[in-house]
């Protein structure tokens, strides 16, 4: 399994931006596609978007789509999420996964997971 350790949440006003991080260890992080997913206090943990290995297609929550852009650089072993518009509806933990087995890639069915980092946006 990939070791993930994400880092750049914080507390954002309304209409802010974040970067989020995800790190990887291992030389293998560029064969595995990569996702976000987030969990709001006391609601199930949710996609929000995932990339392919090369980083060439991605996918996005209808939530998200226009709003946050993942991404991935390979030669650093780092997948990012740079989130703009915020709403407070984004406050979350939001967590990267590496490696899908499911049947979908936006489920929760994936090998590798982080431990999450906040976000919080204030209205």
């Known amino acids: 399994q990939v070791q993930l350790v994400e880092s750049g949440g914080g507390l954002v006003q309304a209409g802010g931006s974040l970067r989020l991080s995800c790190a990887a260890s291992?030389?293998?992080?560029?064969?595995?596609?990569m996702g976000w997913f987030r969990q709001a206090p006391g609601k199930e943990r949710e996609f929000v978007a995932v990339i392919t290995r090369g980083g060439g297609t991605s996918s996005y929550a209808d939530s998200v789509k226009g709003r946050f852009t993942i991404s991935r650089d390979n030669a650093k072993n780092t997948l990012y999420l740079q989130m703009n518009s915020l709403k407070p509806d984004d406050t979350a933990v939001y967590y990267c996964?590496?490696?899908?087995?499911?049947?979908?890639?936006?489920?929760?069915?994936?090998?590798?997971w982080g431990q999450g980092t906040q976000v919080t946006v204030s209205s």
């Open positions: 996964a590496a490696d899908p087995y499911g049947s979908s890639w936006t489920d929760l069915a994936w090998r590798s």
């Open positions: 291992g030389r293998t992080f560029s064969r595995y596609p």
